[in-house]
């Protein structure tokens, strides 16, 4: 009989599509030769996407491995949507019969179908076909958590979560202030509140969830949603923390000019500003940033990325015209130590590198894994989707950041004052907040690498997954 195969379901997105790919890998290596992999892509509605997706799936087949790809047939967007989470929901669930077909006519047996968390409307094809299902969290446990709580929490308090007295429960965590929740969250009227919801409500019909976390880092959240404290009344689904799933590449043979850089500064000196694939600055926040900079003394990395050009969609920042965005001077009068890179940053590479000693990030779920994987501590600085409650965690959970006033009814907007103080008490020795996250930071360093060595916490989950679907297929 044929090898029988998993079939991920990833949407586009680099940071879910590159994650799912590379969790799949290792469940195939963990399975001994005892699982294939079949990836159901879909066309990435938009030109950008569309060319960085077939990039990725490029160089995977090249590298010799046992993945199908299954390119599924283009459908046409919804055009009346009002956010990106509403888009991506109902864009996938217009897949559903195309997807359908194809696990329907694969000649292997199908193991498993994993789905990326925005393609919970597809839990109805694996019901009808009586194929196992999981739902892969790109993002942490407290995020899990938190949509599996959230229609119960939408029952619990009437009005917007903005003008509720008191703290949003989440178990597992602490305390959280209304304020940190999700963007799609704050805003009740908003189908893409709707959309969370129903997501969380649907995690419940999975075999499991597939988290890209690592239990040493959240090990109470990760216990109340396997203890079914989330969503009482409804099945606990299986949880399998199989973090950090990244993918660490060796590093180029001709070294990146920021990494040339860095290699001249001191070690731990150096702090790295980077807002991920969305986040850039206006002039007026560029500014504020500049003067923090200048004003904390320390040595900087800045990844400055400028508004969407006229007719790029919205997630789509632009190279930065640094003419434009800084303050008269600044590069010269900064020219001894800092270097401002206009375009993408080789993220990685940088957190990597021994001069880097803390990270200003829109804490992004991938930048944070990479940043603790290098034992780099943070200054979370949330922009969009799910960062607010990463930033919360991150300062109040795991202990691994140092907190910055973030203005959110601002659009997100930092005072340099702000961050001056921030950058100053994540850096600086003698201060007590920094040497706390800087200990906490090398200590989940230690834990991650742990977590996927043999005999590891994630090495044992991926384990118990393969035995599961293993087992899920010869029935
Ligand atoms: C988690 O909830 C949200 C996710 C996204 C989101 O959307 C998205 C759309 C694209 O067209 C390209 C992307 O690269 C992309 C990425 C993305 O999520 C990112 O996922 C990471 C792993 O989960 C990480 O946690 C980041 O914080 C996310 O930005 C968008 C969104 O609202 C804007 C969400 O609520
Ligand atoms: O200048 C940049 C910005 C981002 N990234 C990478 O893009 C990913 C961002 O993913 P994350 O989940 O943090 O945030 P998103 O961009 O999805 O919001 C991470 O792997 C980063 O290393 C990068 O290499 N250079």
């Known amino acids: 009989m044929t090898t029988p195969t998993v079939v991920l379901l ?92 194809a696990v329907s006519g694969l000649a292997c047996p199908v193991a498993a179908l994993v789905l990326d968390f925005f393609c919970t409307t597809m839990l109805d094809v694996s019901r009808e076909l009586a ?16 949509l599996l709580r959230l229609p119960a929490l939408h029952e619990e308090v009437a009005v917007e979560f903005e003008e509720m007295e008191g703290m949003v429960g989440v178990p597992g965590l602490p305390p959280v202030p209304p304020s940190s929740l999700p963007v799609p969250v704050m805003d009740k009227k908003n189908p893409n509140y709707t959309w969370f919801m129903y997501h ?79 986040g850039f600055s206006t002039a007026a926040q560029a500014h504020e ?36 965005l800084l303050p008269e001077g600044f590069l010269e009068r900064t020219k001894e130590k800092g270097l401002v890179w206009p375009t993408k940053a080789p993220q990685k590479e940088i957190l990597a590198h021994a001069a880097v000693g803390g990270f200003v990030t829109h804490g992004g779920w991938n930048s944070t894994l990479e940043s603790l994987w290098f034992g780099v501590p943070m200054v979370p600085w949330p922009l969009y989707a799910e960062q607010h409650l990463n930033a919360f965690t991150l300062v109040a959970y795991m202990g691994v950041a140092v907190a910055m006033e973030v203005d959110r009814k601002r659009n997100n907007f930092v005072a340099a004052s702000e961050l001056e103080r921030a950058v100053k008490a994540l850096m600086e020795r003698d201060s007590e907040e920094g040497k706390r996250a800087r200990e906490k930071a090398a200590e989940m360093k230690a834990a991650c690498r742990k977590a996927v060595e043999e005999g590891g916490s994630s090495y044992s989950a991926l384990g118990r997954l393969s035995e599961a679907i293993i087992k899920g297929a010869s029935k």
């Not at 001994?32 to 087949?61: D, K, Y």
């Not at 194929?131 to 938190?146: G, H, M, R, S």
């Not at 109340?224 to 799933?245: K, S």
């Not at 900087?300 to 007719?311: S, V």
Request: hydrophobic share 45%; proline share 9%.
């Open 10 to 101: 990833p949407v586009w997105a680099a940071g879910h599509l590159m994650s799912m790919l590379d969790a799949g890998k290792r469940l195939l290596a963990r399975s001994g030769g005892a699982l294939s992999l079949t990836v159901l892509v879909m066309p990435a509605p938009g030109e950008n996407h569309r060319c960085e997706v077939a990039a990725h799936i490029q160089r995977e087949e090249a590298s010799g491995l046992d993945i199908r790809f299954h390119h599924l047939p283009a459908v046409e967007p919804p055009t009346d949507c009002l956010g990106i989470e509403e888009f991506v929901s109902r864009f996938v669930q217009l897949h559903a019969a195309h997807v359908k077909a």
């Open 131 to 146: 194929v196992p299902a999981y739902v892969y969290i790109t993002a942490d446990a407290a995020f899990c958590a938190l």
């Open 200 to 278: 969380g409500r649907r995690f419940t019909e999975a075999k499991g969830v597939i988290i890209n976390t690592v239990t040493e880092l959240e090990q109470s959240v990760l216990a109340a949603i396997g203890d079914g404290w989330c969503a009482p009344g409804f099945p606990a689904p299986a949880v399998y923390p199989v973090g950090p799933v990244l993918s660490v590449t060796p590093p180029a043979e001709q070294p990146h000019e920021c990494v040339r850089w860095l290699d001249a500064q001191p070690p731990a000196s150096v702090v790295l500003l980077c807002f991920g694939s969305m």
């Open 289 to 324: 940033i500049a003067h923090g900079l200048e004003r904390s003394g320390h040595r900087f990395l800045w990844a400055l990325r400028g508004p969407p050009a006229a007719g790029a969609g919205p997630g789509q920042p632009s190279d930065a015209d640094l003419g434009e």
